[in-house]
């Protein structure tokens, strides 16, 4: 982890480093192309605005790196170069358009042509720089993973008679994934020996206390002898851990999404991290969260505080009701929510409402008809437990029951659980393990096709159910 923080903060100097120069290269240019309003060139690069352009273009542009994803902990290392450049031939060029409709669009220049010129040349100062201070750094950075410099120290989950040779071609292709196998569990009991193939075998069961003992930094889980139940399970605990997170490819049954290779040059692992979205999307829709609870939360205040009155002149008890929800990585985080039921509503244990459930208040049955109980939520997303948009959060107790019946479920713990879904667009509240199930395909297909065009869609449809009182 803290080579990836390195690595991230290397690449966001370097970019500020380059912009700069960038800008300076730029700005020496465009003197040239402006009437002779300035004494010299020494005159113009010290004037205000140009010094202030040098002060404050690098970091706007160090920002659009950061949207685009160029820091993301998921997209520091094993990048690209490629994808780099591509990466930095769209985002120099957004800057570029950004900067010049700002603040140069004013520039006094003799001919229109020369405005599209001074656009090429800005953005070629932009990109040229920084496109090459980025290969140089992808280039040292997979010469040190081929000499084994840098490595991420993995455990494999399962030490099964048979793997011997899954093992041996992943440590064979180590100098392309930079994975290097510190240890195996033998999770199942099926192994009784100290090693396989020269690697230790731990007979523990508790896999954390395992990664602290190797300094495992990835974790790749081989099939359980017990079936794909058993497998799931296991990954179920796993994300709690987060860690990168593999699974062989004969798992794939188990994916119920599409499938995200880690490498082609190397063992064919699929990795079960993150759902597969671009780091642009993540951001994007990290950013849209971020705008849109707080602008509900301030402008929602008032209905806040009218449906807190009402809850609570209607029976006895807080306004606002907690529970504890597994998130995003198998987090959990208390869920906050208008509370709908009476106190003792559980009294007897963890229970699912149902139609018509005489638990529910008369304000509770209006409140979950209209789904405003979840208006609280906002905060949630604010903090960034939740998304406006993801599957439902649900509590350790129904999940571990889903799991036995669909171990597809594991991959739930991919993205950020969310106020509304595509399974609460089709299904609303779930009432039995059954329901939940049923409404699970939808949740799936959401991670695996999640993008900003398909949360709109999904939030239209809410308001249109909210609107209608469509809710349970």
């Known amino acids: 982890m803290q080579q990836i923080n390195r690595e991230r903060i290397r690449y966001a100097v370097s970019d500020c480093l380059t912009v700069a120069a960038g800008w300076f290269c730029f700005n020496v240019i465009r003197f040239f192309t402006l009437p002779e309003t300035y004494s010299g060139i020494s005159d113009f690069l010290s004037s205000l605005p140009v010094v202030m352009g040098q002060f404050v273009v690098p970091p706007c542009m160090v ?102 040779r899954k093992l041996q071609n992943i440590v064979k292709s180590e100098a392309n994934s930079g994975l290097r196998i510190v240890g195996c569990i033998d999770i199942d009991g099926e192994n009784q020996a100290n090693a396989i193939n020269g690697i230790p075998i731990y007979h523990s069961g508790d896999v954390r206390d395992v990664c602290e003992t190797t300094g495992a930094q990835a974790i790749i889980v081989m099939p ?37 290779v880690s490498s082609v040059a190397s063992e064919p692992l699929i990795d ?10 993540v951001n994007l829709k990290r950013l849209g969260d971020i705008t849109v609870s707080t ?40 869920i906050i929510k208008f509370r709908t039921m009476r106190t003792d509503a ?47 959060p649900e509590r350790e107790f129904y999940i571990r029951q889903i799991v036995q019946r669909h171990p597809a479920y594991s991959l739930i713990h991919q993205v950020r659980p969310g106020i509304t879904s595509w399974g609460m667009v ?39 159910t909210v609107l209608r009182g469509r809710g349970q």
Request: aromatic share 10%.
């Open 295 to 334: 602008l509900a939360l301030l402008f929602l205040a008032p209905v806040y505080a009218a449906i807190g009155i009402a809850v609570k002149l209607d029976t006895p008890g807080p306004a606002f009701y907690r529970q504890t929800r597994i998130g995003y990585h198998k987090k959990p985080f208390d």
């Open 63 to 164: 920002a659009l790196y950061a949207v685009s994803g160029s820091y993301n902990k998921s997209n520091t290392l094993y990048k690209s170069r490629l994808d780099e450049l591509i990466n930095t031939f769209a985002v120099s060029f957004i800057g570029m358009l950004g900067i010049f409709f700002t603040a140069l669009i004013n520039d006094k220049v003799p001919e229109r042509i020369t405005n599209y010129e001074l656009m090429a040349v800005l953005w070629m100062c932009f990109f040229i720089p920084t496109a090459t201070a980025r290969l140089l750094i992808v280039s040292a950075n997979a010469k040190r993973i081929r000499r084994g410099d840098y490595v991420m120290n993995t455990l494999v989950i399962g030490a099964a008679h048979g793997i011997e």
């Open 224 to 260: 359980s002898k017990a079936g794909l139940s058993r497998t799931a399970e296991i990954i179920n605990e796993l994300y709690a851990l987060d860690k990168p997170l593999f699974i062989t490819p004969d798992l794939h049954s188990l994916m119920a999404t599409r499938p995200r």
């Open 346 to 392: 559980e009294a007897d244990g963890p229970a699912l409402a149902s139609d018509s459930d005489p638990r529910v208040t008369k304000t509770g049955h209006i409140l979950r008809k209209y789904r405003l109980d979840e208006l609280p939520q906002f905060w949630n997303v604010l903090k960034g437990e939740m998304s406006l948009v993801g599957p439902r």
């Open 426 to 464: 089709k299904y609303g509240y779930a009432s039995s393990i059954d329901e939940m199930l049923a409404r699970l395909p939808y949740d799936l297909l959401y991670i695996e096709n999640v993008s900003l065009g398909v949360d709109l869609k999904i939030l239209f449809h809410t308001i249109n």
């Open 272 to 281: 079960i991290t993150n759902a597969n979205i671009s780091p642009l999307a």
